[in-house]
């Protein structure tokens, strides 16, 4: 499947946003993401799947102050 994450075309085998996560090693915990530009709440990533042509922006979270 060919997906694009963070601006950069990807050929992938997952076919859901939890499985795209273990496929690119980024299971972290401060981790935020959207998906066709919308975001995704962490607890619907297992259960929503993914379509060729996606577009996939990952955010690492950073505390400030």
């Given at each position: ?5 963070n601006g ?8 859901h946003?939890?499985?795209l996560?273990e496929e ?9 993401l959207?998906?066709n530009?919308t975001i995704?709440p ?6 929503t ?17």
């Amino acid at each position: 499947m060919n997906l694009i994450i963070n601006g950069e075309n990807r050929q992938v085998a997952s076919t859901h946003l939890s499985q795209l996560l273990e496929e690119l090693e980024q299971q972290g915990g401060a981790l935020a993401l959207a998906l066709n530009g919308t975001i995704v709440p962490r607890g619907q990533w297992p259960q929503t799947p993914l379509n060729d042509g996606d577009t996939i922006d990952l955010f690492s979270v950073i505390a400030g102050g």
